[in-house]
């Protein structure tokens, strides 16, 4: 079993940064692929990021694509999710989450993934 926590959230300017941490725990970081999702009010929750097991690989949404970065540190059993540019509409409650046993190296679908974290919350001010 992994168990993920998300922090780091919080509320920013347009145009300003953010980094959010995901820690993990319980089964070996580095054995699973690690994606980020958002979810805004009313909608659906959306791919964000993903990157492979030892982070050499990863796979970004058009939407965020330029200026978000994800990347992990196998050693701290953290994946972080660096936000530069921010605008409004990245305002969302952002997830962690990883797939173990992972069928692609850097998977975008939510049923891909088999370990959630509960969510932090991101706000964007115009």
């Known amino acids: 079993q992994v168990q993920l926590v998300e922090s780091g959230g919080g509320l920013v300017q347009a145009g300003g940064s953010l980094r959010l941490s995901c820690a993990g725990s319980?089964?070996?970081?580095?054995?699973?692929?690690m994606g980020w999702f958002r979810q805004a009010p009313g909608k659906e929750r959306e791919f964000v990021a993903s990157?492979?097991?030892?982070?050499?690989?990863?796979r970004y949404a058009d939407s965020v694509k330029g200026r978000f970065t994800i990347s992990r540190d196998n050693a701290k059993n953290t994946l972080y999710l660096q936000m530069d540019s921010l605008k409004p509409e990245d305002t969302a409650v952002y997830s962690c989450?990883?797939?173990?046993?992972?069928?692609?190296?850097?998977?975008?679908?939510?049923?891909?993934?088999?370990?959630w974290g509960q969510g932090t919350q991101v706000t964007v001010s115009s």
């Open positions: 989450a990883a797939c173990l046993p992972c069928t692609t190296m850097v998977p975008h679908s939510t049923r891909e993934y088999d370990y």
């Open positions: 319980g089964r070996t970081f580095s054995s699973t692929a």
């Open positions: 990157v492979s097991r030892a982070g050499s690989t990863t």
